[in-house]
C-alpha cells in the first residue's frame, strides 16, 4: 500500500513520531514549515478562522496514495494553523484518511474532532485516529507509536 504522512512538528516530538512511523510503513513524508513564527493568541487560538501560516507546501498529488495521514502537535486544543493550511488545499476527495496528533496534557480528542471536521469538508474518509503522549521520554514516544502502528495493522486498517 502506498502511504503518504503529511505533518507539521514545531519543537520535534512529531516528527519523532513520523520518523518512526515511517520505518514501521514504509511511507512516503511531506514535512511541513510555518515560516511565520512571530503568531498573536489569537492566532494561535483560532486556527480554523484565521489563516496565519505561510506554507511551504506545494500541490500534493493525493491520487498516487492509498491512505494519508495527516498529523500535528495538538494547540490550545486544536490543530495547527500549518496543518490548516495544508488540509485546505488539499484534494481528498474518497481519500482513507488517518488523522493523529501529539500533546502533553489535554485537548487532543477536541483536536481530532476539528481536523475531521476540516478533512471531511474536502472529501476524506476518516478511517482513524490517535494521539501518541508526548510529555514522557524519547523511547516511551517511540515505542507507543509502533505499538499503536501495529495496533492498526493488526485491524487491518493498514498495511505497510
Ligand atoms: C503553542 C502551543 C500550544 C500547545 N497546546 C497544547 C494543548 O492544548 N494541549 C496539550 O496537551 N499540549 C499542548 N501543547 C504541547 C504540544 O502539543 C506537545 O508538546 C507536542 O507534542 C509538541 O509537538 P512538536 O514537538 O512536534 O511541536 C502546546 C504547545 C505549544 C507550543
Not at 1 to 15: A, E, H, P, Q, V
Not at 36 to 62: G, Q
Not at 78 to 90: F, G, N, Q, R, Y
Amino acid at each position: 500500500m502506498r502511504n503518504l504522512i503529511i505533518y507539521y512538528s514545531y519543537s520535534g516530538k512529531t516528527c519523532l513520531v513520523v520518523n518512526t512511523m515511517k520505518k514501521e510503513l514504509n511511507s512516503h513524508v511531506m514535512d511541513i514549515a510555518d515560516f511565520n513564527i512571530h503568531k498573536t493568541l489569537l492566532e494561535y487560538m483560532f486556527p480554523t478562522v484565521i489563516d496565519s501560516a505561510i506554507t511551504n507546501h506545494y500541490v500534493i498529488h493525493t491520487d498516487y496514495y492509498d491512505t494519508i495521514f495527516i498529523g500535528t502537535p495538538v494547540w490550545f486544543g486544536s490543530i495547527t494553523p500549518a496543518i490548516h493550511k495544508v488540509i485546505k488545499d488539499l484534494d481528498l476527495k474518497g481519500k482513507n484518511v488517518i488523522l493523529f496528533n501529539t500533546m502533553k496534557i489535554a485537548g487532543a480528542d477536541h483536536a481530532i474532532k476539528r481536523a475531521k471536521k476540516v478533512v471531511e469538508k474536502q472529501g476524506a474518509n476518516v478511517i482513524a485516529a490517535f494521539t501518541i503522549n508526548t510529555n514522557t521520554n524519547k523511547n516511551n514516544i517511540i515505542q507507543s507509536t509502533i505499538n499503536t502502528i501495529n495496533e492498526l495493522k493488526q485491524k487491518n486498517i493498514i498495511t505497510s
